[in-house]
């Protein structure tokens, strides 16, 4: 079975600091995982995932994250963190050798972000 | 390019009534799925396809029936609706494939009393 843990339900940062979001995980085989966010009232919206090669993976808005497969998490990550990135965002994994026909996916519960100004 | 629509954005049903939500997506995506979120809870998975005619239930289907005539469209079903459905749904849909990623519809806020 895959699972993904989000161990903190809130984070608080200043803006321009430097903002971590953390996500461990759990799978069988080799994990493809992904990083969603989601605006108040709206739905989910994608913004990187890792699936292999290099373990420090860019994506949308100035995000990023990296993979440590030693200590299974894949920490989201932004070098200056703005007021408008104040949303929720959520882990999600999927297992490489998963036998399901699907591309179903795990999704932690989601850590809220507060930046303020 | 409208992506992923879903329909209504909101609605409210007595205990015991139906209703189908709406689901459609324009980019030709075999795989759709429908997901529940409960308030500061991630998102649960009801049921999903691969295909056009191809269903599958995920990890809460109970309460719940889908189908799939076509690739566009994945309408959710909820039959004798319970206190316990209150929720807000998501459909998604992505490209064949467990490396791609999801695409999400707005939502659709529901409530039961």
């Known amino acids: 079975a895959q699972s993904v843990a989000q161990p903190e339900d809130q984070v608080n940062v200043a803006e321009g600091n430097p903002l971590t979001v953390k996500c461990t995980y759990s799978?069988?085989?080799?994990?493809?995982l992904f990083w969603y966010v989601q605006y108040p009232n709206r739905g989910l919206q994608f913004l990187l995932k890792?699936?292999?090669?290099?373990?420090l993976v860019k994506g949308s808005y100035g995000f990023e994250a990296e993979f440590n497969k030693s200590q299974t998490s894949f920490h989201l990550k932004k070098p200056s963190a703005l007021v408008s990135d104040s949303a929720l965002y959520f882990c999600?994994?999927?297992?490489?050798?998963?036998?399901?026909?699907?591309?179903?996916?795990?999704f932690g519960g989601g850590t809220r972000l507060m930046v303020k100004p | 390019n409208a992506g992923v629509t879903q329909t209504p954005k909101f609605r409210i049903l007595k205990i015991g009534q139906s209703m189908t939500l709406q689901c459609t997506q324009d980019m030709n995506h075999n795989y759709m799925y429908w997901y529940r979120q409960d308030p500061g809870m991630g998102l649960k998975l009801i049921y999903y396809?691969?295909?056009?005619?191809?269903?599958d239930k995920g990890e809460v289907p109970n309460g719940y029936n889908v189908s799939r005539s076509t690739t566009e469209d994945f309408p959710l079903r909820l039959e004798l609706a319970a206190p316990s459905q209150t929720s807000v749904y998501f459909c998604?849909?992505?490209?064949?494939?467990?490396?791609?990623?999801?695409?999400f519809g707005p939502g659709t806020r529901l409530t039961v009393t």
């Open positions: 890792y699936i292999t090669g290099d373990n």
């Open positions: 998604a849909s992505s490209m064949t494939g467990a490396s791609y990623e999801q695409y």
């Open positions: 396809s691969v295909g056009a005619g191809i269903t």
């Open positions: 799978v069988s085989g080799n994990p493809y």
């Open positions: 999600a994994v999927r297992d490489e050798e998963g036998d399901n026909a699907g591309n179903m996916l795990t």
